[in-house]
């Protein structure tokens, strides 16, 4: 794990990883405000990653608490540089708490991290 904390807001359509705003695992927290870690991966070029986010229980927009946020990549590169996170969105009160971010490469587990969101002090 390179990094993790707050990052700045990340263009999903880029290649680039976001920049570090500030390392912290008690993140104060926003609409927008971009949080997870980074991991930097060598030599596993074609290999599958495998993330999983537990978050908060918030609901969907039909009443439902949202199951984990799950999905993979494949590493494209023996150099493969990895951000997992989530960026706040409203209403950002039900998305205080704890989030737990896990990487998996050959069903072992890589990384994992925990970071909690309180409200921003105004």
Not at 28 to 38: D, I, L, N, R
């Amino acid at each position: 794990m390179y990094s993790y904390g707050e990052y700045a807001p990340w263009n999903r359509e880029s290649k680039d990883i976001p920049k570090l705003l500030n390392i912290a695992e008690v993140i104060e927290a926003e609409t927008g405000t971009e949080f997870g870690y980074v991991l930097r991966i060598k030599k596993a070029k074609g290999k599958r990653i495998d993330f999983r986010i537990d978050h908060p229980a918030f609901k969907d927009e039909s009443g439902k608490v949202m199951p984990p946020f799950t999905g993979h990549v494949t590493i494209n590169s023996n150099n493969y540089e990895f951000f997992l996170g989530d960026c706040i969105w409203e209403p950002p009160h039900d998305k205080m708490g704890v989030w737990t971010m896990t990487t998996k490469i050959d069903d072992k587990i890589v990384a994992q991290k925990s970071l909690r969101l309180v409200p921003q002090q105004k």
